[in-house]
């Protein structure tokens, strides 16, 4: 177990740095520089001033080193956990970052509860009534579901509710520690649309595990002795169906940070993917590299867990 | 499984999408053209603004004063971030100057403060300065008002405000590198002096050729810092660490969510007029700032009285004002207009040839425009100045003109027709780059549809912020470019239509203009009046050359609570000092009870 | 038994035995057959590829014909679904958007489909250190939530209809290509490869004659998946506004300009119905296709010990028809 473990984190350094690369050069790729966006809210005067003005900033920001200098700083700074500065606001990147992450987070767990209450059951309940009414109704609930644009959802919730009953979500955010209830109302709209999204994706993998696990012997063996449905599906079946839904779970986690950019822009959350986005619009390179870097480590260790927790469960994989 | 049928289903799928491909380039241009409205037109409740009276009111303390804003604060120290992105400064920190109070809305509404770039003298009052003197150009010499003292918190400790203070400050700005002022404006800094000459006398000195950039810089527009706080953190850049001597203190920030600000119970300034005069400011318990960078989220919020103020587009404010009719509003036309720029240096380019951009403007028709796009609610005179109270020297209305001037602002496309056809271009292929929003790109495509009548096949090649900011900033087009003008309070540089700046993005250069900017530098920051004079004798000139497209440029509205009170509708009390209405504000709060119970 | 009685049971089991068609036929019949939610789905894509190809013949007026009608008139027999702010018809920018959507669809999921297949199948076929070195790169992209990538990228290439469809082909491609990895290694070790590889059939020849067909399966399956997932991912950056840009009307981007919703619904509702009703119809299509394809949902249902009622129902009706006759 422990020889596995070890071999995964190994394997995950090589990509780990793969991904430091990608991300240090895919945003200076990006056209349009950050310092031509700076210098349009300065005024020069004359042509001179303006280059005059460009030199300072590009000093001033660090950008006037060659690539592999500037990348290596960067790096340097990645590992000992310094993500440095916004260009734009000057403010420690580790330490934003570290202040986004819990609200980014709570969207994301809360999102996954729901979507796992709302797939699993439906998923159980297709397998088993397969190809009958119950299974119809409950995919094409489900694919509904799924089929909703998230973001089309969420403007509809904040433009209408408020001219029809007065009502609009919170305009600011309420910290878990000020208020939890308040916290907990402002999370679960956006949190539900999300969790509703998502369900799709884990109700298939449970109906599609489910079914499989059903043609299993031992299933029919259960059949045949005689035992109550109940008895089969939930103490023989499920249980081995629910392994690979951990696996789920860690494939859910990218598709989770990525589609919370859209809540926390339309309920104006300050969050990881709000972050980016201003950052991306802005082309602040220290944050959108900090912020990838962050995130792709985060869903490198998360799979990891997932593996090994999955391998835990499951004794006929852990000595691959 | 036989191969075939998948080869088969799969090379049909390959040529659907080639076919798509081939069809795809047709759909890009507009077919026909529809520019005769048909059905019914929504008419819009368009009217003059209203004129808010003075307040009658004695003023109540306590209340918080929320605002909605789109963009984060971007940083808290001037040295770093600019004047107009460290929005909380203007309520923590005062300049030497400000506008006149006394002489706005709330006094004798000479003025109603609504353009942000506001920078004349003649309307400004002491701040933190009690008076000042010009004795000659070159020279200005500030009185430092005293008992003013800096906020109480530690390493500043609430001591006077000295002329030192002035000094330290505006020669930090002048000369820290990432400083806006020393940046854009380094002849200016290094041709100017700033002293102290007595406990409460600051004297600046400056050559005269940059007189007239340093009455702008430096008097309102330079916040005034105490020296303890670099000296004992290096910055001002981090929140808790900001002091002056504002009527707020910044006693909370969330980044990317809120700003709170809290009273300063040491603030100097007594309310100058109004029922309220001689009362300690300011009235507000605290201030608070929601950053909502949804549109739709941020007007939700005013309509559950969330937010007591929020800035308005004119499509919402007429559904606000028939759905929401207690709720207060003001509008103006702002100083930043956006205009089709095009590239009047080029000799081979048609957009050199003046009767070529005469047919361009001819043949867009404004009234449309303005009265089905915008509903009646813009204005078309808006380049290169606009229209508002403290600049009405410097304008001139579209019936003022000589007629030839009128004629080109008349919808006439068999007129224009013929005009290109005289220059030799009875057919026309133009680009214009823009930033790839829907505000943007349907105004774009209504222009394309009425030159399409005359001959000129617009293409919109929209590109994202950051590419197209940088065409704007490095006037790196090939044609044409959709992008704004600069603010009013630099119309004396005539930089519109003058000099290297990105603001004049047709690449204007003419002897005649040159002239009339010459002549106005001499009475830069000594005679206002006699600058907007020549402005207003070279418009008729600048007008006929056509060297941008106007628009058509909508009202911009704020809407407020009804229970902020001896609030008017301004955007700053100070030349780009955002966010400072609740300066002088105070809250009903038996009204707010009253109405929304709590 | 009569010589005529023999001749008629030989007719009736040769009856019994099923007609094999090909491939994709008998998939066609199998769905319309036993998967009714899924034939619905199939008519819903198939509407929408009607509905993009002709759009020119079906769309009254152009997508970007300004003041057809007055700005935001209300629905009515001259527009099916009303106008925008400057005027034009929404009932034609809809169907346009079929086409966008269409293109994006299918591109993006047939660049995905090739580019799955490529590096699955020689990642999963050659095996050892180019495995390793692929699997590694794949890892690399695949830390990266979708939304991230999708935004950094269309940041560097800038908005279009074709840089999002290429970009988002090459980001299901990548995805895609484990599975199609396991499928191909499973398939690896069967003896019929063994066999080619015996009598010296080159690589090429048994990748394509041999591998691929029988990989077809879960293929298919991606394809219709990321169909639907390009769609909404499409709409979702349109959204942002990194997509495609105005006037080409984009699904999601004519749900971006929030600022006319509240007076014309029009504008808020038909956009986001038309894209629930489109990525709807091709999950349904593509679950039905899932059911008949996986290998490992055949032979035997849920209940039972493994057969639904209805085929019980057939295979009674059946076997009573035959022993009828006799």
Same mark, same amino acid.
């Given at each position: 177990?422990?020889?596995?473990?070890?071999?995964?984190?190994?394997?995950?350094?090589?990509?780990?740095?793969?991904?430091?690369?990608?991300?240090?050069?895919?945003?200076?790729?990006?056209?349009?520089?950050?310092?031509?966006?700076?210098?349009?809210?300065?005024?020069?005067?004359?042509?001179?001033?303006?280059?005059?003005?460009?030199?300072?900033?590009?000093?001033?920001?660090?950008?006037?080193?060659?690539?592999?200098?500037?990348?290596?700083?960067?790096?340097? $700074?990645?590992?000992?956990?310094?993500?440095?500065?916004?260009?734009?606001?000057?403010?420690?990147?580790?330490?934003?970052?570290?202040?986004?992450?819990?609200?980014?987070?709570?969207?994301?767990?809360?999102?996954?509860?729901?979507?796992?209450?709302?797939?699993?059951?439906?998923?159980?309940?297709?397998?088993?009534?397969?190809?009958?009414?119950?299974?119809?109704?409950?995919?094409?609930?489900?694919?509904?579901?799924?089929?909703?644009?998230?973001?089309?959802?969420?403007?509809?919730?904040?433009?209408?509710?408020?001219?029809?009953?007065?009502?609009?979500?919170?305009?600011?955010?309420?910290?878990?520690?000020?208020?939890?209830?308040?916290?907990?109302?402002?999370? *679960?709209?956006?949190?539900?649309?999300?969790?509703?999204?998502?369900?799709?994706?884990?109700?298939?993998?449970?109906?599609?595990?489910?079914?499989?696990?059903?043609?299993?012997?031992y299933v029919k063996t259960a059949w045949a002795k005689g035992l109550r449905e109940r008895s089969v599906v939930v103490r023989h079946a499920m249980k081995n169906a629910m392994i690979p839904v951990v696996t789920i779970i860690g494939l859910q986690v990218p598709v989770l940070i990525g589609g919370s950019v859209i809540m926390e822009r339309i309920f104006n959350l300050p969050g990881i993917g709000r972050l980016l986005l201003d950052a991306l619009g802005q082309r602040d390179y220290p944050v959108i590299s900090g912020v990838n870097v962050v995130m792709a480590t985060a869903v490198l260790l998360i799979n990891l867990v997932v593996d090994v927790v999955y391998a835990y469960l499951d004794p006929r994989i852990s000595y691959r | 499984m036989k191969k075939h049928p998948v080869w088969l289903v799969l090379s049909v799928i390959i040529i659907l999408i080639m076919a798509l491909v081939s069809c795809k380039q047709t759909t890009t241009t507009t077919e026909g053209t529809g520019t005769t409205v048909k059905g019914q037109i929504i008419q819009r409740v368009t009217e003059t603004p209203p004129v808010i009276p003075p307040s009658v009111e004695t003023p109540k303390y306590g209340g918080t004063f929320v605002y909605a804003r789109e963009t984060d604060i971007q940083g808290f120290d001037e040295a770093f971030t600019q004047h107009f992105l460290a929005d909380t400064l203007h309520s923590t920190n005062e300049e030497l100057l400000s506008h006149d109070w006394t002489r706005g809305p709330a006094g004798t509404a000479?003025?109603?403060?609504?353009?942000p770039g506001i920078n004349r003298l003649d309307i400004k009052a002491g701040t933190l300065a009690e008076s000042w003197e010009i004795p000659e150009r070159g020279r200005m010499i500030f009185h430092i008002r005293q008992g003013v003292s800096f906020q109480n918190?530690?390493?500043?400790?609430?001591?006077?405000?000295?002329?030192?203070?002035?000094?330290?400050s505006l020669n930090r700005l002048m000369t820290e590198p990432r400083s806006y002022i020393k940046a854009g404006y380094p002849a200016m800094c290094a041709a100017t002096t700033v002293t102290a000459t007595g406990k409460y006398k600051?004297? *600046?000195?400056?050559?005269?050729?940059?007189?007239?950039?340093?009455?702008?810089?430096?008097?309102?527009?330079?916040? *005034?810092?105490?020296?303890?706080?670099?000296?004992?953190?290096?910055?001002?850049?981090?929140?808790?660490?900001?002091?002056?001597?504002?009527?707020?203190?910044?006693?909370?920030?969330?980044? $990317?969510?809120?700003?709170?600000?809290?009273?300063?119970?040491?603030?100097?300034?007594?309310?100058?007029?109004?029922?309220?005069?001689?009362? !300690?400011?300011?009235?507000?318990?605290?201030?608070?700032?929601?950053?909502?960078?949804?549109?739709?989220?941020?007007?939700?919020?005013?309509?559950?009285?969330?937010?007591?103020?929020?800035?308005?587009?004119?499509?919402?404010?007429?559904?606000?004002?028939?759905?929401?009719?207690?709720?207060?509003?003001? !509008?103006?036309?702002?100083?930043?207009?956006?205009?089709?720029?095009?590239?009047?240096?080029?000799?081979?380019?048609?957009?050199?040839?003046?009767?070529?951009?005469?047919?361009?403007?001819?043949?867009?028709?404004?009234?449309?425009?303005?009265?089905?796009?915008?509903?009646?609610?813009?204005?078309i005179m808006c380049w290169p100045v606009v229209q508002s109270k403290e600049y009405a020297g410097a304008y001139v209305p579209l019936e003022q003109y000589p007629q030839e001037v009128q004629d080109l602002y008349k919808y006439q496309p068999e007129k224009a027709r013929a005009l290109l056809a005289e220059a030799g271009y009875p057919s026309l292929k133009l680009t214009i780059v823009c930033y790839n929003t829907p505000t943007q790109v349907d105004v774009l495509s209504q222009v394309k549809a009425f030159w399409e009548k005359i001959g000129v096949d617009l293409t919109i090649d929209a590109k994202d912020y950051a590419v197209w900011t940088a065409a704007m900033t490095r006037r790196s087009y090939d044609q044409m470019l959709y992008s704004y003008t600069s603010g009013i309070g630099t119309f004396w540089k005539m930089i519109n239509y003058n000099g290297t700046s990105q603001f004049n993005g047709s690449y204007v250069n003419d002897p005649k203009v040159l002239e009339a900017y010459t002549e106005m530098q001499k009475y830069a920051g000594i005679d206002e009046k006699k600058m907007d004079e020549i402005h207003r004798n070279i418009l008729p000139y600048v007008l006929s050359q056509c060297w941008v497209i106007t628009r058509t440029t909508p009202y911009t509205y704020y809407f407020w609570q009804p229970w902020v009170k001896n609030y008017y509708g301004q955007t700053a009390n100070g030349y780009y000092d955002y966010y400072t209405a609740h300066n002088y504000a105070w809250i009903d709060l038996e009204l707010r009870k009253q109405m929304i119970g709590k | 038994m009569t010589e005529g009685a023999r001749v008629a049971g030989s007719t009736e089991i040769s009856k019994a035995i099923p007609k094999h068609y090909p491939f994709f036929i008998d998939l066609l019949i199998r769905l319309v057959r036993q998967k009714p939610l899924g034939t619905v789905g199939g008519v819903i894509v198939l509407v929408l590829f009607l509905v993009g190809i002709f759009a020119p013949l079906l769309a009254p007026f152009g997508f970007n014909e300004i003041y057809v009608g007055g700005p935001l008139e209300q629905p009515s027999l001259n527009h099916l679904m009303g106008t925008d702010n400057i005027g034009r018809d929404l009932f034609s920018r809809i169907v346009y958007g079929a086409r966008i959507s269409m293109y994006v669809g299918l591109g993006a999921s047939t660049i995905g489909a090739f580019l799955a297949t490529a590096i699955g199948t020689i990642s999963g076929y050659i095996g050892g250190k180019t495995d390793i070195?692929?699997?590694? =790169?794949?890892?690399?992209?695949?830390?990266?939530?979708?939304?991230?990538?999708?935004?950094?990228?269309?940041?560097?290439?800038?908005?279009?209809?074709?840089?999002?469809?290429?970009?988002?082909?090459?980001?299901?491609?990548?995805?895609?290509?484990?599975?199609?990895?396991?499928?191909?290694?499973?398939? !690896?070790?069967?003896?019929?490869?063994?066999?080619?590889?015996? *009598?010296?059939?080159?690589?090429?020849?048994?990748?394509?004659?041999?591998?691929?067909?029988?990989?077809?399966?879960?293929?298919?399956?991606?394809? +219709?998946?990321?169909?639907?997932?390009?769609?909404?991912?499409?709409?979702?950056?349109?959204?942002?506004?990194?997509?495609?840009?105005?006037?080409?009307?984009?699904?999601?981007?004519?749900?971006?300009? +929030?600022?006319?919703?509240?007076?014309?619904?029009?504008?808020?509702?038909?956009?986001?119905?038309?894209?629930?009703?489109?990525?709807?119809?091709?999950?349904? =299509?593509?679950?039905?296709?899932?059911?008949?394809?996986?290998?490992?949902?055949?032979?035997?249902?849920?209940?039972?010990?493994?057969?639904?009622?209805? =085929?019980?129902?057939?295979?009674?009706?059946?076997?009573?028809?035959?022993?009828i006759k006799n």
């Amino acid at each position: 177990m422990s020889t596995y473990i070890i071999r995964r984190l190994i394997l995950i350094i090589p990509t780990l740095i793969l991904v430091t690369i990608i991300v240090f050069l895919s945003v200076r790729f990006i056209p349009g520089s950050v310092i031509d966006l700076m210098s349009a809210t300065m005024p020069p005067d004359v042509t001179a001033d303006a280059e005059d003005a460009r030199a300072y900033i590009k000093n001033v920001l660090g950008l006037d080193v060659p690539l592999h200098v500037q990348y290596a700083r960067w790096f340097r $700074g990645v590992v000992t956990g310094d993500l440095g500065d916004s260009l734009w606001t000057g403010r420690d990147i580790t330490r934003e970052i570290l202040n986004r992450i819990p609200i980014s987070l709570e969207l994301g767990i809360l999102a996954l509860i729901t979507s796992m209450i709302i797939a699993v059951p439906i998923g159980v309940y297709s397998a088993v009534r397969q190809d009958t009414i119950g299974d119809y109704i409950g995919r094409s609930v489900a694919i509904f579901c799924i089929s909703l644009p998230g973001f089309w959802l969420g403007t509809m919730v904040v433009v209408f509710p408020s001219v029809w009953w007065g009502w609009s979500p919170s305009a600011q955010y309420i910290p878990i520690t000020d208020d939890l209830g308040g916290n907990l109302l402002q999370f *679960i709209i956006p949190a539900v649309i999300m969790g509703m999204v998502m369900s799709g994706t884990t109700m298939r993998m449970t109906r599609t595990m489910m079914l499989e696990v059903l043609r299993q012997d031992y299933v029919k063996t259960a059949w045949a002795k005689g035992l109550r449905e109940r008895s089969v599906v939930v103490r023989h079946a499920m249980k081995n169906a629910m392994i690979p839904v951990v696996t789920i779970i860690g494939l859910q986690v990218p598709v989770l940070i990525g589609g919370s950019v859209i809540m926390e822009r339309i309920f104006n959350l300050p969050g990881i993917g709000r972050l980016l986005l201003d950052a991306l619009g802005q082309r602040d390179y220290p944050v959108i590299s900090g912020v990838n870097v962050v995130m792709a480590t985060a869903v490198l260790l998360i799979n990891l867990v997932v593996d090994v927790v999955y391998a835990y469960l499951d004794p006929r994989i852990s000595y691959r | 499984m036989k191969k075939h049928p998948v080869w088969l289903v799969l090379s049909v799928i390959i040529i659907l999408i080639m076919a798509l491909v081939s069809c795809k380039q047709t759909t890009t241009t507009t077919e026909g053209t529809g520019t005769t409205v048909k059905g019914q037109i929504i008419q819009r409740v368009t009217e003059t603004p209203p004129v808010i009276p003075p307040s009658v009111e004695t003023p109540k303390y306590g209340g918080t004063f929320v605002y909605a804003r789109e963009t984060d604060i971007q940083g808290f120290d001037e040295a770093f971030t600019q004047h107009f992105l460290a929005d909380t400064l203007h309520s923590t920190n005062e300049e030497l100057l400000s506008h006149d109070w006394t002489r706005g809305p709330a006094g004798t509404a000479e003025f109603d403060y609504q353009l942000p770039g506001i920078n004349r003298l003649d309307i400004k009052a002491g701040t933190l300065a009690e008076s000042w003197e010009i004795p000659e150009r070159g020279r200005m010499i500030f009185h430092i008002r005293q008992g003013v003292s800096f906020q109480n918190k530690p390493p500043v400790n609430g001591r006077e405000l000295v002329a030192d203070d002035v000094v330290y400050s505006l020669n930090r700005l002048m000369t820290e590198p990432r400083s806006y002022i020393k940046a854009g404006y380094p002849a200016m800094c290094a041709a100017t002096t700033v002293t102290a000459t007595g406990k409460y006398k600051v004297e *600046i000195k400056t050559s005269e050729a940059e007189f007239g950039n340093m009455t702008s810089l430096l008097p309102d527009f330079a916040n *005034i810092i105490p020296h303890e706080v670099i000296e004992t953190y290096g910055d001002m850049r981090d929140w808790k660490n900001a002091c002056g001597t504002g009527p707020f203190i910044l006693s909370d920030f969330v980044a $990317g969510s809120a700003v709170t600000l809290t009273r300063n119970s040491n603030y100097w300034r007594t309310d100058p007029v109004g029922p309220g005069k001689g009362n !300690k400011l300011p009235y507000l318990d605290s201030c608070k700032m929601l950053i909502i960078p949804d549109m739709s989220a941020r007007y939700a919020a005013l309509r559950t009285a969330k937010v007591d103020w929020c800035g308005v587009t004119w499509d919402e404010a007429a559904n606000l004002r028939k759905n929401y009719p207690t709720l207060k509003w003001a !509008k103006f036309i702002h100083d930043t207009v956006y205009v089709i720029y095009m590239r009047t240096d080029k000799a081979d380019s048609p957009l050199s040839n003046l009767k070529v951009r005469q047919a361009l403007t001819m043949g867009v028709d404004y009234t449309t425009l303005k009265d089905v796009f915008y509903g009646g609610d813009a204005q078309i005179m808006c380049w290169p100045v606009v229209q508002s109270k403290e600049y009405a020297g410097a304008y001139v209305p579209l019936e003022q003109y000589p007629q030839e001037v009128q004629d080109l602002y008349k919808y006439q496309p068999e007129k224009a027709r013929a005009l290109l056809a005289e220059a030799g271009y009875p057919s026309l292929k133009l680009t214009i780059v823009c930033y790839n929003t829907p505000t943007q790109v349907d105004v774009l495509s209504q222009v394309k549809a009425f030159w399409e009548k005359i001959g000129v096949d617009l293409t919109i090649d929209a590109k994202d912020y950051a590419v197209w900011t940088a065409a704007m900033t490095r006037r790196s087009y090939d044609q044409m470019l959709y992008s704004y003008t600069s603010g009013i309070g630099t119309f004396w540089k005539m930089i519109n239509y003058n000099g290297t700046s990105q603001f004049n993005g047709s690449y204007v250069n003419d002897p005649k203009v040159l002239e009339a900017y010459t002549e106005m530098q001499k009475y830069a920051g000594i005679d206002e009046k006699k600058m907007d004079e020549i402005h207003r004798n070279i418009l008729p000139y600048v007008l006929s050359q056509c060297w941008v497209i106007t628009r058509t440029t909508p009202y911009t509205y704020y809407f407020w609570q009804p229970w902020v009170k001896n609030y008017y509708g301004q955007t700053a009390n100070g030349y780009y000092d955002y966010y400072t209405a609740h300066n002088y504000a105070w809250i009903d709060l038996e009204l707010r009870k009253q109405m929304i119970g709590k | 038994m009569t010589e005529g009685a023999r001749v008629a049971g030989s007719t009736e089991i040769s009856k019994a035995i099923p007609k094999h068609y090909p491939f994709f036929i008998d998939l066609l019949i199998r769905l319309v057959r036993q998967k009714p939610l899924g034939t619905v789905g199939g008519v819903i894509v198939l509407v929408l590829f009607l509905v993009g190809i002709f759009a020119p013949l079906l769309a009254p007026f152009g997508f970007n014909e300004i003041y057809v009608g007055g700005p935001l008139e209300q629905p009515s027999l001259n527009h099916l679904m009303g106008t925008d702010n400057i005027g034009r018809d929404l009932f034609s920018r809809i169907v346009y958007g079929a086409r966008i959507s269409m293109y994006v669809g299918l591109g993006a999921s047939t660049i995905g489909a090739f580019l799955a297949t490529a590096i699955g199948t020689i990642s999963g076929y050659i095996g050892g250190k180019t495995d390793i070195v692929i699997q590694r =790169l794949v890892d690399a992209w695949m830390c990266f939530p979708a939304l991230f990538i999708l935004l950094t990228v269309m940041a560097i290439v800038g908005p279009g209809l074709v840089q999002v469809t290429v970009v988002l082909g090459i980001l299901y491609g990548i995805g895609s290509s484990r599975i199609v990895r396991s499928t191909v290694i499973s398939i !690896k070790n069967n003896t019929y490869i063994e066999a080619a590889r015996a *009598i010296g059939c080159p690589v090429s020849k048994t990748l394509l004659r041999h591998v691929l067909p029988n990989i077809m399966a879960p293929i298919i399956i991606l394809f +219709t998946i990321n169909m639907g997932a390009a769609i909404l991912a499409e709409a979702s950056i349109s959204f942002l506004g990194f997509g495609i840009p105005p006037p080409t009307p984009s699904w999601g981007g004519m749900l971006s300009e +929030t600022r006319f919703m509240l007076q014309a619904w029009w504008l808020a509702i038909w956009p986001g119905i038309a894209l629930s009703i489109v990525v709807y119809g091709i999950n349904m =299509l593509g679950d039905a296709l899932r059911d008949l394809l996986d290998p490992r949902l055949r032979g035997g249902l849920g209940r039972y010990g493994g057969v639904s009622k209805k =085929l019980i129902k057939e295979n009674k009706r059946q076997i009573a028809r035959a022993t009828i006759k006799n």
